[in-house]
């Protein structure tokens, strides 16, 4: 089984940029396809990027297209999301979560299987 811990948190100024990053333990991280989504207080969780399991496919969210940017490396079980050009409106907590069983690239949070505890990210304006 998978366990994902997100960090790289933070309060940053709108315009400003942060580096998520999600660690993954067990030998199915390399395998899977890996996503991140943010949610705020009493909205529902929705979906920001997602990457499949070699790298060379992504997906995101309109509304961080060509601001944000989903890598992984799967030598360190680590997947990341590049955030630039940050506005208030991306103020959430970020949560990455895996999917252990398709290679789809999807934004349906219904298919991740396992999701970290989340990180905070809050812009300032």
């Given at each position: 089984?998978?366990?994902?811990?997100?960090?790289?948190?933070?309060?940053?100024?709108?315009?400003?940029?942060?580096?998520?990053?999600?660690?993954?333990?067990?030998?199915?991280?390399?395998?899977?396809?890996?996503?991140?989504?943010?949610q705020d207080p009493g909205k529902e969780r929705v979906f920001v990027a997602a990457i499949n399991w070699s790298g060379g496919r992504t997906n995101y969210a309109d509304s961080v297209k060509g601001r944000f940017t989903v890598s992984r490396d799967n030598a360190k079980n680590t997947v990341y999301l590049q955030m630039s050009s940050l506005k208030p409106e991306d103020t959430a907590v970020y949560y990455c979560a895996a999917d252990l069983y398709t290679s789809l690239v999807t934004t349906n949070k219904g298919d991740y299987d396992v999701w970290g505890q989340g990180t905070q990210v809050t812009v300032s304006s």
């Open positions: 089984q998978v366990q994902l811990v997100e960090s790289g948190g933070g309060l940053v100024q709108a315009g400003g940029s942060l580096r998520l990053s999600c660690a993954a333990s067990g030998r199915t991280f390399s395998t899977s396809t890996m996503g991140w989504f943010r």
